[in-house]
């Protein structure tokens, strides 16, 4: 049986980064990438790259921080949207670059992970590849298949004689035809990804008629890639520091101006300032994509406060004006339910019958690693989402749940008004047209992630073998950032240099000083899996770590972990002002390096 020092699962944004990081600092060891699809990418994968799919951050903010995407080599220019084709080809040549581009095996999905004992731990992988059905052994293991790589998509009543093509936005690619012949399509669902599709079809003039369901969190927040009276880019304002202060986060004395984050969290003045930031940050939104100015662009205002909305929370990022399109009429919005399907024909549940040539729906992800852990009990002890015990539960007791929810209120008193975001919310699966044989599903009662630092198994045993690492199981604005502070850390954990007051070691070394010990990371695990259900009730905060301007902080938690410096800007004004970027963390690779050999 093959032994390798490192399986990655998953060639998408996060599992390059990480084998590359590890293979950078550990030149000698041996790696291989795992992938279901027929090429790199994850979302930018060949197989997914529908025509007119664009990224939602502008040129410089969607990039590794050591491998800058020059306008020479990309074409992409200051101020634009990145095409997917565009990504495909830079994470191409980041793999080539980094000398990793060989040691991806294509159309290899992993089944089974099996843990094997023994103080050095290690697993063993049965993996499918074609027809064949093999073992592979893998001293360290990075799960990085993220929570878009399974869709859902559930079965409606009377499917079975539609017809016409029913698929998820997932497989757009697959039917990219019918933007050729239909005539008219339906567009179900109100995420971002419902938007792009709805503007795939009516920017080639083909009728969309678009259903969001009256029982569900209604339209995602879209902004302009510019805001404010001043014109800010988007997704820079999520990354300056002053600006993070008003978003109440448990990890956000990381940045260590907790004195700051107090006042506006923890006084009665400080809570209606930050009240105050958030009216005005969407209000400025709805102002200018002018809702109000049509009856049918007026379904498109969201329905949730745009503080409790995560990543989500997304940017217009098309070539033309989708709300012209709704205003002539070439975009219909049905703020309803489905009822049933027909022969070519959608119903809805106030008697309106679509007629439609295909059915898109953008019915979310099947968000747990699409891999069996074993021995059986493994995923819970490994921290992740899995059917919640009351006798052998290892993080999420009832006990730990209510000391984390008492203290996130404590600190956070606004948490307490939790908003209302529709009054005749139902989960999906409790329209009554839809329904799923699929055993894991939207309705599956599981618990959230329950990872150190969105990343480790808490638990006693596998700090002691650190032998898996999960890269890239969460959702947020400044993926990039995220990226490459979550792989050197990766590197670091599964090495065991992290310092002692980041997590105990896994083995004994001299003068550590102060050391976090196993209990005290239990609770911490706990305690930031559940402040996402309280933050974050209209995204996906209950579930995984899903935020938008707490990722500075997060990124800052990572930096400091490893005992590199948080602060990279020249003095205290900067610091606060001026937004915080990939270009911040060219080096941070080498800074590890470095830092390591010192100790």
Not at 513 to 534: A, M
Request: with cysteine.
């Amino acid at each position: 049986m093959e032994t390798l020092d490192l399986i990655v699962v998953g060639a998408g944004l996060s599992g390059l980064a990480a084998a590359k990081t590890y293979h950078q600092l550990n030149p000698s060891k041996t790696v291989a990438i795992l992938d279901v699809s027929l090429s790199l990418g994850g979302v930018w994968a060949k197989h997914r790259l529908y025509p007119g799919l664009r990224t939602n951050n502008l040129l410089g903010t969607y990039e590794y921080a050591d491998f800058p995407m020059d306008t020479e080599t990309f074409g992409v220019k200051t101020g634009e949207f990145i095409p997917g084709e565009v990504m495909h080809k830079y994470l191409t040549k980041y793999a080539e670059k980094f000398d990793i581009l060989d040691k991806i095996r294509y159309q290899t999905k992993v089944l089974t992970a099996e843990h094997q004992d023994g103080p050095e731990g290690g697993w063993i992988l049965t993996v499918e590849s074609g027809s064949s059905v093999g073992k592979i052994a893998a001293k360290k293991l990075i799960v990085a298949t993220g929570l878009t790589s399974e869709p859902f998509l559930p079965h409606f009543e009377g499917q079975e004689e539609f017809v016409a093509p029913l698929f998820h936005g997932k497989d757009f690619l697959k039917h990219a035809d019918t933007l050729d012949s239909a005539k008219t399509v339906t567009v179900f669902g109100g995420t971002k990804s419902a938007w792009d599709a709805v503007y795939a079809y009516a920017s080639k003039g083909i009728k969309v008629d678009w259903v969001i369901r009256e029982t569900g969190h209604g339209p995602a927040w879209n902004a302009p890639a510019f805001v404010t009276p001043l014109k800010k880019q988007l997704e820079k304002l999520a990354h300056t520091r002053m600006l993070t202060w008003f978003s109440p986060c448990v990890w956000g004395d990381a940045d260590g101006y907790t004195g700051m984050r107090n006042f506006y969290h923890g006084t009665a003045v400080g809570r209606a300032i930050t009240n105050t930031f958030w009216s005005i940050l969407g209000g400025d939104v709805i102002t200018l994509n002018n809702y109000a100015a049509h009856p049918e662009t007026a379904k498109l205002k969201p329905w949730s406060e745009p503080m409790f909305v995560a990543s989500s929370f997304s940017i217009l990022n098309f070539p033309t004006n989708i709300f012209d399109l709704v205003r002539d009429g070439t975009i219909s919005v049905h703020i309803a339910d489905i009822t049933r399907l027909s022969p070519n024909t959608v119903h809805l549940n106030d008697g309106t019958k679509l007629t439609s040539d295909a059915l898109i729906c953008v019915t979310g992800w099947k968000h747990v690693p699409p891999i069996k852990f074993l021995p059986e009990g493994t995923d819970a002890e490994l921290g992740l989402p899995h059917t919640p015990t009351h006798t052998s539960e290892p993080y999420w007791t009832p006990d730990a749940v209510k000391k984390a929810d008492d203290e996130i209120l404590a600190r956070f008193p606004r948490l307490k008004d939790q908003p209302v975001q529709n009054k005749n919310l139902k989960p999906l699966l409790e329209t009554a047209a839809l329904s799923t044989t699929d055993k894991i599903n939207p309705s599956t009662p599981l618990t959230p992630y329950t990872l150190y630092h969105f990343i480790a198994p808490p638990s006693a045993r596998f700090n002691q073998t650190r032998d898996i690492a999960f890269a890239g199981f969460l959702m947020c604005f400044h993926t990039a950032t995220v990226v490459q502070a979550q792989s050197v850390w990766i590197s670091a954990y599964l090495s065991d240099k992290l310092p002692a007051k980041t997590l105990p070691p896994a083995k004994p070394r001299k003068g550590v000083g102060e050391t976090k010990t196993i209990e005290d990371l239990q609770w911490e695990t706990v305690l930031y899996s559940r402040f996402g259900k309280w933050r974050y009730p209209a995204g996906h905060g209950s579930q995984f770590p899903d935020f938008v301007f707490d990722a500075q902080p997060y990124v800052d938690l990572l930096i400091g972990d490893m005992g590199l410096k948080v602060h990279r800007k020249s003095g205290w004004l900067a610091e606060a002002t001026e937004p915080y970027g990939v270009e911040d963390y060219r080096d941070l690779v080498a800074e590890f390096e470095e830092s390591s050999r010192v100790e």
